[in-house]
């Protein structure tokens, strides 16, 4: 990109301008694990705090982040659902207790794929709170289980304990957990017996008559127990036991008026409405049905017959319709770009993120005095630079058309010596790498 070196002299010692190009390469989609080294380098980078627990991290700028020296960055990677996998493995054995416990936890709460090898590091750890996090890692090797149960730390060994583990257990090994002096070993062990001494499972009519509200609401919405007795629960004082009952598949729809039940803006979807949802007559039955429960529980499944969204998105309920755009991948386009600009929660700009969402013929909307709409007006994949151009200075959405790669490269140029478009200037992937690099190498100088 010609020019640039016009631009940095225009820009002259201008630290707003540098702080803005910072903070604009860091929010870059596009950016290089080259440029991101470098932003990691900055003590104090003039970007938002969680930049990277937010941006799309490849393999390369994964590395990176890892690789800094600073331990915030890598706490903030460990946050990261995009950073890869692999790119992370070097923090099981980073310097910081602090991160090594950071990355454990993200192996069990985000169910990330756990690489070969990181078990057995992790479960060596130095901190027993590190051990004990691995001890719910998914599908953990039995050498490493074994030696988790027989750890020097009680929680540790009572966090490994299960009772699939304790029936795999060797008998000495058994023998040596029940002598255990520890409260917590114990406690965890008197649960696993209990579990196998259990007697038979409550009957239907004990489930329907328990005191446990949520036994109850389990029971009336269960297909084993006979209809006649989970009718009984009709006049239940609990609200979920009710609306459980309400949303039996064995209803009729009679039956299901006379249920005095509540129903929350997005309800529990039953069972029976995942796996009738994939056939189509059971599908158009269920968005026949009177009872908006069903409709909504319907609505978030990932895939419905065309018809059937088609009948959806026209529903009476706007929970309806705004729980298929929410979930359903089907949701049509018409609806999506209605409720993105008309919805006043706080999600609603999320439905621009909606695989139907940007199609031909948005462009329409650059003159619309709604700026959502105008800002939708971006997303028609067939328009050319002279929409970004066009909204380039529009007080409310010109952030996001300088942001736009279609920009012609001479504005975008231009536009980051500007105050009020640096950012976003510098925030476009279509800039190329060398500037980025020219970028920083200006701001480090101020």
């Keep these: 990109m010609s020019g640039v070196d016009e631009v940095l002299e225009r820009a002259g010692a201008d630290e707003v301008l540098a702080r803005e190009w910072l903070r604009g390469l860091a929010c870059n989609p596009a950016l290089p694990g080259a440029v991101l080294r470098r932003l990691l380098e900055f003590e104090?980078?003039?970007?938002?705090?969680?930049?990277?627990?937010?941006?799309?991290?490849?393999?390369?700028?994964?590395?990176?982040?890892?690789?800094?020296?600073?331990?915030?960055?890598?706490?903030?990677?460990?946050?990261?659902?995009?950073?890869?996998?692999?790119?992370?493995?070097?923090?099981?054995?980073?310097?910081?207790?602090?991160?090594?416990?950071?990355?454990?936890?993200?192996?069990?709460?985000?169910?990330?794929?756990?690489?070969?090898?990181?078990?057995?590091?992790?479960?060596?750890?130095?901190?027993?709170?590190?051990?004990?996090?691995?001890?719910?890692?998914?599908?953990?090797?039995?050498?490493?289980?074994?030696?988790?149960?027989?750890d020097e730390h009680p929680g540790v060994r009572a966090g490994m304990l299960s009772p699939e583990l304790w029936e795999r257990l060797a008998a000495p090994v058994r023998e040596r957990l029940l002598d255990d002096p520890s409260p917590q070993v114990a406690g965890r062990i008197a649960e696993l017996l209990r579990v196998e001494e259990e007697p038979e499972a409550l009957t239907a009519r004990a489930r329907v008559a328990h005191t446990d509200p949520y036994v109850r609401r389990d029971a009336a919405g269960d297909p084993q127990v006979p209809l006649a007795l989970a009718l009984g629960l009709a006049d239940d004082p609990e609200e979920e036991v009710r609306l459980a009952l309400s949303m039996r598949e064995d209803?009729?729809?009679?039956?299901?008026?006379?249920?005095?039940?509540?129903?929350?803006?997005?309800?529990?979807?039953?069972?029976?409405?995942?796996?009738?949802?994939?056939?189509?007559?059971?599908?158009?039955?269920?968005?026949?049905?009177?009872?908006?429960g069903l409709r909504r529980a319907l609505a978030m499944q990932p895939h419905l017959p065309e018809d059937v969204v088609a009948r959806l998105a026209a529903d009476e309920d706007p929970w309806v319709r705004r729980i298929l755009c929410d979930h359903c991948q089907d949701a049509p386009h018409e609806l999506l770009v209605e409720l993105y600009a008309t919805a006043q929660d706080r999600n609603w700009s999320a439905l621009r993120r909606h695989r139907n969402f940007a199609r031909p013929g948005l462009a329409r909307f650059a003159d619309h005095p709604d700026p959502r709409l105008r800002h939708a007006a971006l997303d028609d994949p067939e328009a050319g630079p002279e929409l970004p151009l066009k909204l380039a200075d529009d007080p409310e959405v010109g952030v996001w058309a300088v942001r736009d790669p279609r920009l012609p490269a001479g504005e975008l140029l231009r536009r980051l010596a500007l105050p009020g478009s640096a950012f976003a200037a510098a925030a476009n992937p279509a800039l190329p790498p060398a500037v980025m690099h020219r970028l920083v190498d200006a701001a480090q100088d101020r």
């Design 44 to 150: 104090e980078l003039p970007a938002h705090p969680l930049w990277l627990t937010w941006r799309e991290l490849d393999a390369e700028a994964t590395a990176a982040a890892v690789s800094s020296p600073r331990m915030r960055y890598r706490l903030d990677v460990v946050q990261n659902p995009t950073a890869d996998a692999d790119a992370l493995v070097p923090l099981a054995h980073d310097v910081e207790p602090r991160v090594r416990f950071a990355y454990a936890a993200l192996l069990t709460d985000f169910g990330r794929r756990v690489p070969a090898g990181v078990p057995e590091v992790l479960a060596r750890d130095a901190h027993p709170g590190v051990r004990r996090l691995v001890t719910g890692c998914p599908e953990l090797p039995p050498a490493v289980q074994r030696r988790l149960v027989e």
């Design 251 to 292: 209803l009729t729809e009679a039956q299901r008026a006379a249920v005095p039940y509540t129903l929350p803006d997005v309800p529990r979807a039953p069972h029976w409405i995942r796996e009738r949802a994939r056939e189509p007559e059971a599908a158009r039955r269920i968005a026949a049905s009177a009872h908006a």
